[in-house]
């Protein structure tokens, strides 16, 4: 089986942007979440989607959203980008209940 | 409460030495403990998970031991080897969800 990809794998935006990071799952796997990863704070949850629902959120700004679509791949969104925001962006897919398997993330640099 | 408690933040061991890795939680509704292996430049890799109605898991060279009373559970890697030096994560999780809390990390470096 493919595991988990994310794309792009490296991205540069300018403060104020937006951004846009997609993520494949293992095919079969319904549950997607993503972390945020930096030096200072380690791995943060971000949100985790289900069968296109969003079914937890963790304590971060409204700039930061997602989507999953019916075939599960799924979208994170960070709007007017701070220099705070870069980090690597991870996603994770499981079955629902069961390990979760992360991709290589996206390494976000805000300048 | 929330929160999960890792240490030592490094560790260097000698090649064929046991790494220990210890990490410390709160929250007594979490129910499922893994452990993740990130080597620089890549996404963390799950390599052992442990739920609390067991004491300890053992895979290869890795065991988890968990104690349900103290709320603690460890990483023990048997005849650590130079491959093995990564950034080590416990995580914990309550319920069916795609939460995971995690520890810190702790960056292991095994000396030949």
């Known amino acids: 089986k493919a595991g988990v990809t994310q794309t792009p794998r490296y991205l540069i935006k300018t403060r104020g942007q937006q951004v846009t990071l997609s993520c494949s799952p293992i095919?079969?796997?319904?549950?997607v979440s993503w972390y945020q990863q930096t030096p200072g704070q380690g791995l943060q949850f971000l949100f985790e989607y289900f069968s296109e629902t969003q079914r937890n959120k963790g304590n971060f700004p409204g700039r930061f959203s997602g989507r999953q679509f019916s075939n599960s791949r799924s979208e994170m969104n960070v709007s007017t980008l701070e220099l705070g925001d870069s980090a690597l962006y991870l996603c994770?897919?499981?079955?629902?209940?069961?390990?979760?398997?992360f991709g290589p993330g996206t390494r976000l640099t805000v300048t | 409460q929330q929160q999960v408690k890792q240490s030592p933040q490094s560790l260097i061991v000698q090649k064929g030495g046991i790494s220990i890795i210890n990490c410390a939680y709160e929250n007594t509704a979490f129910d499922y403990f893994p452990w993740y292996q990130q080597f620089p430049g890549k996404g963390p890799a799950l390599l052992i998970a442990?739920?609390?109605?067991?004491s300890e898991k053992k895979e290869g060279r890795f065991t988890i031991s968990f104690n349900k009373s103290a709320k603690q559970f460890s990483l023990h890697i048997m005849d650590s080897q130079p491959g093995d030096s990564a950034t080590y994560f416990c995580?914990?999780?309550?319920?069916?969800?795609?939460?995971?809390?995690f520890g810190q990390g702790t960056t292991l470096q095994v000396k030949p």
């Open positions: 095919s079969g796997h319904r549950s």
């Open positions: 995580a914990a999780r309550s319920g069916n969800t795609g939460k995971l809390i």
């Open positions: 994770a897919s499981s079955l629902q209940g069961h390990e979760q398997y």
């Open positions: 442990i739920r609390p109605d067991v």
